[in-house]
């Protein structure tokens, strides 16, 4: 084992929903400061193999490992479940998850939000957590924003008020999973920022997107699925430049033309 491990590794990753298998032998390496896009069309299986690099959904099959430690697995196939606890916490507090819609939490105040899980989860002070969630909000251009309450806020500034929270966990990867597909074009394009800024300071990033031009722009790495397989996986100048499978173009092909 090297001293610097991979932050996440998945080997072989199989998952099914009864007869439906998504994730037919799915295989993914992240390295620190690594950007890897996962593209590809509705039920590809981008968003379940995410989640299971999350441990949010139980695979049937194949290794997660998160800076070299393996996950610890009771059971078999259907059956089978993480069996530590402890482990899976630890996890999931060092890979934080920012999703679709923005998830906040209607009660709290956007600083609240920010605030909630490193008070809660990992224990901190507050006086030692408040500073940090603000620097966070103003990191996401939303600073005069940390005493309005989410349904005050724009869905642009509501996932930028989400990725704040997931920062405010200091985690080792940020797991995206399709921050901008709720968004209108224009609100879009705030939380593209927030995301290219991210890329660009070196953190470990996994993006589920549709936006070709984002993976494009911010990926070391971009990975196509297709039907729970992975079909091609490259930095984003050969995948979109040189694709070399009939299916990667014709789906290449279909998102430019929409």
Not at 8 to 14: A, G, K, M, S
Not at 59 to 82: C, D, M, N, T, Y
Request: aromatic share 4%.
């Amino acid at each position: 084992m090297s001293q610097n491990p991979p932050v996440i590794e998945l080997h072989d990753l199989h998952k099914a929903y009864g007869e439906l298998e998504v994730l037919k032998g799915v295989s993914l390496t992240a390295h620190r400061g690594d950007v890897i896009s996962l593209i590809g069309s509705s039920g590809s299986g981008k968003s379940t193999m995410l989640r299971c690099a999350n441990l949010l959904e139980d695979s049937q099959q194949g290794e997660i490992l998160f800076k070299g430690e393996a996950v610890r697995w009771r059971g078999q196939s259907h059956g089978r479940r993480p069996a530590d606890a402890k482990q899976v916490l630890r996890i999931r507090t060092n890979l934080s998850m920012v999703f679709q819609q923005f998830n906040l939490w209607s009660h709290m105040t956007i600083l609240q939000n920010v605030m909630e899980a490193p008070l809660t989860v990992l224990g901190r002070d507050r006086a030692e957590v408040e500073p940090k969630a603000r620097d966070y909000l103003a990191k996401v251009g939303i600073a005069d924003k940390a005493d309005a309450w989410p349904a005050q806020l724009s869905g642009g500034q509501q996932q930028r008020a989400a990725i704040a929270r997931a920062l405010a966990m200091e985690p080792e990867a940020l797991l995206f999973d399709e921050p901008t597909s709720a968004l209108d074009p224009e609100l879009e394009q705030e939380v593209v920022k927030v995301i290219k800024d991210l890329a660009a300071e070196g953190r470990t990033m996994l993006l589920v997107t549709h936006d070709m031009r984002l993976a494009a722009d911010v990926s070391d790495q971009v990975v196509f699925l297709h039907q729970g397989n992975l079909i091609e996986q490259g930095p984003p100048e050969q995948l979109f430049g040189a694709p070399k499978t009939e299916r990667l173009q014709q789906f290449l092909s279909a998102t430019t033309s929409a």
